[in-house]
């Protein structure tokens, strides 16, 4: 099946930060999307992104398909930042469409 | 508009014991409905999806079944429960431009 591969599995940044969360995938896909989870567990969809490139405030993402790999980045962090960010991917039509999710990246943001 | 919603929130059962959980969804019709796991500390991992009624298909052999009743209703079951099935079990579904899949609030378990 499809791998997915995150990187850096933990960051640790100060208030005011950027940062830049990898996600590496092993096959073509035609869904990928980047979630935050929150202390309370909810997973907050972040972006849909099979291709190009998107912004949403201070978060933006690019996923290359052709070399099967997508950042998102976060500008400016702040201390809500915190939290694990997760890519998951997807083929239309292959197990009902379901996501395969990567281990996640941890953010802690400090004041 | 469109909704998911999981009971119950939190629970913590036996060794042995019964499970059930519910995912139900609102404002929408024949969706394709999904189960996952979360183990503590880990991603998350598909343990069933559903197309329609009736219709399951399992992704991971393990303690757990699913059932969906009615259209927009999924359930994740158990008849005697083990300590590796605690976790956090997560409920999705495509929302209405059937791209973007989004999760419920989820359910933590605990065996004792």
């Known amino acids: 099946g499809i791998q997915v591969e995150q990187s850096p599995p933990d960051l640790i940044l100060q208030e005011g930060a950027n940062s830049t969360l990898r996600c590496n995938f092993s096959?073509?896909?035609?869904?990928l999307q980047w979630f935050h989870q929150n202390p309370w567990g909810q997973l907050i969809n972040l972006f849909y992104?099979?291709?190009g490139t998107k912004q949403n405030g201070r978060l933006s993402a690019t996923t290359v398909a052709t070399e099967r790999y997508s950042l998102l980045y976060i500008s400016s962090s702040q201390t809500t930042d915190s939290g694990v960010y997760f890519c998951?991917?997807?083929?239309?039509?292959?197990?009902?469409?379901?996501?395969?999710f990567g281990k996640g990246t941890t953010l802690s943001v400090s004041s | 508009s469109q909704t998911i919603h999981q009971w119950p929130a939190t629970l913590v059962q036996p060794v042995g014991s019964p499970l059930s959980l519910e995912c139900t969804v609102e404002?929408?019709?024949?969706?394709?409905l999904y189960w996952y796991r979360q183990a503590a500390g880990r991603g998350l991992q598909l343990l069933f999806y559903?197309?329609?009624?009736?219709?399951i298909s399992s992704e991971v052999p393990q303690n757990l079944s699913a059932s969906r009743p009615q259209d927009r209703q999924f359930i994740l079951s158990s008849k005697k429960l083990l300590l590796s099935d605690s976790g956090f079990y997560l409920c999705?579904?495509?929302?209405?431009?059937?791209?973007?899949?989004?999760f419920g609030p989820g359910t933590r378990l605990t065996v004792t």
């Open positions: 998951a991917v997807g083929v239309f039509g292959r197990a009902g469409t379901a996501l395969i």
């Open positions: 559903s197309v329609g009624i009736g219709q």
């Open positions: 096959d073509s896909v035609n869904n």
């Open positions: 999705a579904w495509y929302g209405a431009d059937h791209y973007e899949q989004y």
């Open positions: 992104i099979p291709s």
């Open positions: 404002g929408t019709s024949n969706p394709n």
